[in-house]
């Protein structure tokens, strides 16, 4: 929670100075070019996070270190391979990507910096989760924090200096980027260096190649679920400045980067919860698990509806205050975007269960029709209103027809407390 709240100050202060100091079409490039990036970080995003909290605490169990090893070791390999595609993509195409997707050759060089610097963030990913499977959460933050606050410090400074422009932006966002990377490979080296054993059998992952073929499904569902999951909001942006011009993407992002705070919190809490969950269904404690699920909901929704009446009476006049006045008129995407947002934070932890009870193929259906929705948005004539209202429409469909009839499985499996010993 306290990592989310400094990790959000980073953010809404970057957004601030850009909104505020950029005019609309360079931001609207600045979006652009951070979703070509999160675009192919899509499609080079294993399930690590899922698959490693799923299998590391089931190896550790059987007392098994050389298995938990080549785990850890399979995921660095992939990840390592998958750095060094993202960075050759951007190396060799960024003038490519530049001119014939966005048709503006002068994106090349920002795009091939922040690319670049881009390119390890999935050995990030790896050691986040190993710090948080190890009960190392302060450790996750200070990376998280000092990549995000030094942004709007650099900004800041480069307003001051009078050098504030859409390439010196993009350079600040990418230093952030290195220094988080640097951080947090060093924090999970230094507090983990006995938990990977490296020796031969495990360098060739041979601990756990009967595991393969379940590893291999787990990996690519997750993956795919990840696809799908931020494809439909990275790829409604991506639209809008494909189909849409740089002035409806600022207006998309801005409402993106309002709303980062809501997807913080929910990404944060989901991490906070996920163990518990995992514990609870892997113990067979089906009735504990109802109550957490209860509680859990109850809770947030009850925060989520607090929230979200503050928002849409204090937004409007704190956008006027801090923006450009034609950021006004992002304030009804983003307070479509909250709410999107706010449902996916009650139905959280339904993502580790459907993954827990290896049913997230069925997920991964339902959560694909988003991209049915933005194809409807386009058709329909795409605007930043119309991507929220599709990517609104996608959540519910997951929530009333998967969430919902699982958690109603979930109960139908547990166990009757009232029954009669030996009954």
Known sequence: ????????????????????????????????????????????????????????????????????????????????????????????????????LYGDPALSDILYV????????????????????????????????????????ILMFLQMQGWLNLKTAIVATAIGELLTVVSVGLACFVMLRGFVAVNKDTLTLAPIRSHFRSLKATLGQTSLFGILQAGAQTGGVFLLGVFGGPVQAAIGGMAVQMARPVAMFQTSLGAAVTPELNRLNAEGEINELISFLKRYMLLTMIGACCAFVAIFLLGPSIVSTILKPAYTSAIPAFLVLAFSFALTLIFEPFLTIAVAREEVGRRNLLVSLRFLYLAIAVWVGISAIGVMVALVAGNLTVRIFNDLPLYRRLKASAPDVDAAPGS
């Open 114 to 153: 922040l690319g670049i610097s881009s390119s390890f963030y999935l050995l990030t990913v790896i050691a986040i989760t190993l710090l948080r499977i190890t009960e190392n959460f302060k450790y996750t933050l200070i990376p998280s924090v000092l990549g995000s606050i030094s942004v709007p410090l």
């Open 1 to 100: 929670m306290l990592g989310s709240v400094l990790v959000t100050f980073g953010v809404v202060g970057k957004t601030i100075i850009l909104g505020r100091y950029l005019d609309l079409a360079d931001f609207g490039y600045y979006i652009i070019c951070l979703n070509a990036i999160a675009m192919l970080r899509l499609f080079l995003r294993p399930g690590f996070e899922l698959t490693l909290m799923r299998y590391i605490p089931e190896f550790e169990a059987e007392e098994s270190k050389e298995k938990v090893s080549s785990l850890v070791l399979l995921c660095l390999y992939v990840a390592l391979l998958g750095a060094l595609v993202f960075a050759g993509i951007f190396f060799f195409g960024n003038e490519l990507i530049a001119s014939k």
